[in-house]
């Protein structure tokens, strides 16, 4: 399986070519999280999920709620 | 019904509650159950497998009756708080954003250019804008104008407990505003919330106080209890000070007494 190197929450990481956000929300262990995708600074809503795919240097934010005042 | 109004939404509960420096989950749900409140504020995150309590959404989202209002903590520039906002946005569906912009980490002091910025930005762009600021009514006012649904002056540094230091200048925002005035960090007891709430502000924001607490359920109902003191207080009419004693009882015709 040809593997790419995307940067994802600051670290760079291998997932398999082809891989689309729903995926690596799945290989990340957040697909059963209410998180936020930014890909390259760029909001992904849940409906495009599956059908964005990500390439070779991507920079992906996945973020979530954390306590704060 | 005394409610408070911030943009479309009502509340009957004056006390926003933080969510941070809770020791566990749990023990900021039994919080924000025992405060009343209705409108919580929450921090955007990386999210991280290990970390698992860190993401609230869920166990806040079980809690019926509570409104989340982001912060942009972290952000040290208008740009960067107007970037989390949108995510936030979409995290949460939630129109509400707390602009918190401090770019020094030494004393978490509000910069007032890059927070007018972003809240003129949000505020075009429909958010529900509510900026953390120094107790500055000048800054207060121009907020005002460009759209903030309410003002959120600090009444000392974040999570010093330092109190209601700023008082004389909130007194002055709070006389010249047309928008809820909302003392937001440093406040270290329920007293002090008591106090900002006579003096005319619309709500409180507190979550160091709470968190921090040796019984943070019963410091919540505390502070929830002082803020519904304080509001009574201000309805019912505080008496003026005055300069010299003005006696209870009577001064004449005492035991004894010659007339």
Redesign the interface.
């Known amino acids: 399986m040809k593997m790419i190197t995307i940067t994802l ?2 670290e760079r990481t291998g997932i398999p070519e082809g891989s689309s956000v729903l995926d690596l929300l799945s290989i ?3 697909d059963r ?4 995708v ?1 890909v390259n ?1 760029t ?1 992904i ?1 849940p409906a495009d999920r599956s059908a964005t795919t990500l390439k070779e240097n991507d920079q992906v ?9 | 019904m005394d409610s408070l109004q911030l943009g479309s939404y009502t509340f009957s509960s004056r006390l926003i509650l ?5 020791s566990s989950t749990r023990a ?1 749900l039994d919080a924000v159950r025992a405060s009343g409140t209705e409108l919580v ?9 290990d970390q698992a309590e ?5 166990p ?1 989202s079980e809690i019926g009756g509570i409104t ?1 209002m ?2 942009t ?1 972290g952000a040290a520039t208008a740009k960067e708080a107007i ?1 989390a906002a ?3 946005r ?3 569906g939630s129109p509400f954003v707390k602009v918190e912009i401090h770019p020094n980490p030494h004393h978490l002091m509000p910069d007032p250019i890059e927070t007018w910025e972003a809240c003129r930005v949000l505020a075009g762009e429909g958010f529900l804008v509510m900026p953390y600021i120094p107790a500055d009514p000048v800054l207060a006012k121009r907020l005002e104008d460009v759209g903030c649904t309410s003002v959120m002056p600090l009444g000392s540094a ?2 010093s407990g330092q109190g209601l230091s700023t008082a004389e200048m909130v007194r002055i925002i709070i006389r010249e505003s047309n928008i809820p005035v909302i003392v937001d ?1 440093g406040l270290r007891s329920p007293s002090e919330a008591c106090a900002a709430m006579e003096m005319g502000c619309s709500a409180v ?1 507190v ?2 106080a709470v968190a921090v607490a040796n019984d943070p359920t019963a410091m919540a109902s505390a502070f929830a209890e002082a803020v519904q003191a304080g509001r009574r207080a201000l309805h019912a009419g505080i008496m003026p000070r005055s300069g010299s004693a003005v006696a209870t009882s009577p001064l004449t015709s005492f035991l004894g007494s010659a007339s």
């Open positions: 929450n600051g990340a262990g957040a999280k209410q998180v936020a930014v600074e909001i809503r934010d996945l973020l979530v709620f954390a306590g704060g005042g | 933080g969510t941070g420096k809770f900021m504020t929450v921090a955007l995150r990386r999210f991280n497998r860190d993401d609230l959404f869920g806040l989340l982001p912060n903590s970037r949108h995510i936030s979409e995290l949460s974040i999570g960090a924001l979550n160091s």
